[in-house]
Structure formats: structure tokens, C-alpha cells
């Protein structure tokens, strides 16, 4: 098996007029419910410039959220967009505030020519006073595409992860990507190798997605399951009928 260390995620938007046609019609239903729900409960979802204020309102959001993660990766990104910016790079946010004005959550993003770059991403997991039926990540991702469409960009950027997905990275990471529109591609990033072996050490659930074809996007992956089940059929749905990827499965019993 041949694939490469780090996955690109990108959400193309050529010919796409309305963001909620790159989620699926039950997730659009979703959505739209959400979105009610989180504006009559007082809240808001505003886009609005990345200013140093919004950065130090974000910061202590963003840490508390790293230092959840069992190998917390902390950055001082506040000094890195801080030095983007001073060079002209311009930066939006779709900033989620409640009733009283405070900031809750927020998707950070570079403006970048024909295309808009996801940089930073912090939302509650649950709202006070207001029950979901989809996370408001999704409601903010919707919120970002409509964005992108508005200023005519043809592409969005949606972040780089390792690859080996259950290992490296969550599993749900990809799965959540897939969901909102995301094609795998290989990055191009320094970091990114190209490994030819891997041993399933059958302690967990994985997927790997496999070396694509140049500059193409990744067309195949393999799911390897502890146990293959309706119920993990389900969980990993995204990726076992996406049209674009043929995904293989290896079960451990």
C-alpha cells in the first residue's frame, strides 16, 4: 500500500451557487433547523474582519479546546496571523456570539486570491438554552461557503491532516470533512513523505487514504473495522459510499 503521510482538504466551488447544495438533503434539512433554532435563542453568527480584540477573544477559546487533546499541539496564533496580517494578508472570521455579546466560537480564514483558507475553527459542542439536531460547526460551515460564493472564489481550503486517520488524526476529522464537501488531495507541503508499508496494529478502527495519481484528487482508501457491522457501516457511511473514492474494508474478525 502506497500512501503519502498528510491529506490537503479542499471544497471545490466552480458552478456552485447556493453552499447548501454541497451537503447532503437530509444535512441541508438539518441545517436550516439549526440555523433557526441558534437565531431565536438570541444568538448570532456574524462575519466580520479578524481584528487583534477578536484575537483575544478567540485565543482563550482555542486553548481551552488544545488542551482537551491527548497530545496538544499549542500555537501562539495570534502572533502568526498577527504577522500575516502585518504583510497584507487580509483575514474574516464567522464569529458566533450569544445574547450578551460574547463570543462563543469563531472560523478564522485567509483571504486568498480565488480562494478562501480555513486557518483556525473553535465552537461549543452544545448551546446553552437551545437543543440542535446537527452541531453548529455545520451552521458555521455553511456560513463560510456562503461567504466564498459571495466573493466569487472558486475554491476553499480546508486545512491539512495526518494521515493515518484513528492514529494520527480522528477518524471523525475526515468523516466531517467528507460530509461538508471536502476531496481529499495529496499536500504539498515539505512535510508530506510517501510511505510504502503499514501494519494495522488492530487496537482501533483506522482509515487510509491511498497515493493518488498526480496532482488528482485521492480516489481510494482503505477502512480497516474491528468489527464489521451495520452499526459501523453506519458510522463510517461518508466514506464507504462517497462516489469519488473507492474504499475498502478490512475487518479484524
Request: hydrophobic share 40%; with cysteine.
Amino acid at each position: 500500500m502506497i500512501y503519502p503521510s498528510h491529506i490537503t482538504w479542499k471544497v471545490p466551488l466552480e458552478g456552485v451557487c447556493d453552499p447548501y447544495l454541497l451537503f447532503s438533503a437530509k444535512t441541508r434539512k438539518k441545517l436550516k433547523s439549526a440555523y433557526s433554532r441558534i437565531t431565536f435563542a438570541g444568538y448570532s453568527i456574524k462575519i466580520e474582519p479578524v481584528t487583534p480584540k477578536l484575537l483575544d477573544q478567540f485565543f482563550p477559546l482555542y486553548m481551552e479546546n488544545v488542551l482537551k487533546k491527548s497530545n496538544p499541539n499549542i500555537k501562539n496564533i495570534q502572533e502568526h496571523i498577527q504577522k500575516k496580517m502585518d504583510t497584507g494578508r487580509v483575514y474574516q472570521s464567522v464569529s458566533l456570539y450569544d445574547k450578551d455579546g460574547v463570543l462563543k466560537g469563531a472560523l478564522l480564514f485567509a483571504v486568498l486570491g480565488e480562494k478562501l483558507s480555513a486557518a483556525y475553527k473553535v465552537f461549543p459542542t452544545v448551546l446553552e438554552e437551545v437543543k440542535l439536531p446537527i452541531s453548529v460547526t455545520y451552521v458555521a460551515e455553511y456560513k463560510f461557503f456562503e461567504r466564498a460564493i459571495s466573493l466569487g472564489k472558486t475554491m476553499i481550503l480546508h486545512g491539512m491532516d495526518s494521515n493515518v486517520y484513528g492514529e494520527n488524526s480522528a477518524i471523525g476529522l475526515a468523516l466531517f470533512k467528507l460530509n461538508i464537501g471536502g476531496v481529499p488531495y495529496l499536500s504539498s507541503r515539505p512535510q508530506c513523505e510517501v510511505r510504502t508499508e503499514y501494519t494495522w496494529p488492530m487496537q482501533q478502527d483506522v482509515l487510509i487514504f491511498h497515493m493518488p495519481d498526480h496532482r488528482q484528487p485521492i480516489a481510494k482508501a482503505t477502512l480497516f473495522l474491528l468489527q464489521d457491522d451495520e452499526s459501523s457501516r453506519e458510522k463510517y457511511r461518508p466514506v464507504l459510499t462517497h462516489e469519488q473514492i473507492d474504499c475498502t474494508v478490512v475487518t479484524g474478525s
